[in-house]
């Protein structure tokens, strides 16, 4: 079992930067999870953003690619999502998600992901 909390949201202006932090709780080896950050703004589907696999296979959305930089520390037991140059589209919760999978898994899809944080909220004006 994994518990995830997020942080680092907040108001910032377009052109702005934010960097969010999860910090996982959980009784295994945090390596053994494949970790992700996926959004969602009111009325929207679940968007996946950005993906780390235990491998280190790193993917991104195309809609985020070249702005967004998805970092796992395992010593820390925390993974990171570096957001810079924001436009008002990137407002939305912004959640992590973890799955024990093989070396090789990464994905974005949010049906792969069994474990979940509450989310934090991104506001870009």
């Known amino acids: 079992d994994v518990q995830l909390v997020e942080s680092g949201g907040g108001s910032v202006q377009v052109g702005g930067s934010l960097n969010l932090s999860c910090i996982a709780t959980?009784?295994?080896?945090?390596?053994?999870?494949?970790m992700a950050w996926f959004r969602q703004s009111p009325g929207e589907e679940r968007e996946g953003i950005a993906g780390s696999g235990k491998s280190g296979a790193i993917i991104y959305a195309d809609s985020v690619k070249g702005r967004f930089t998805i970092s796992k520390d395992n010593a820390k037991n925390t993974v990171n999502l570096m957001m810079n140059t924001l436009k008002p589209e990137d407002t939305a919760m912004y959640h992590c998600?973890?799955?024990?999978?093989?070396?090789?898994?990464?994905?974005?899809?949010?049906?792969?992901?069994?474990?979940w944080g509450q989310g934090t909220q991104v506001t870009v004006s």
């Open positions: 959980t009784g295994y080896s945090f390596s053994t999870y494949c």
């Open positions: 998600a973890a799955v024990a999978r093989g070396r090789t898994f990464v994905s974005l899809l949010p049906s792969h992901y069994a474990y």
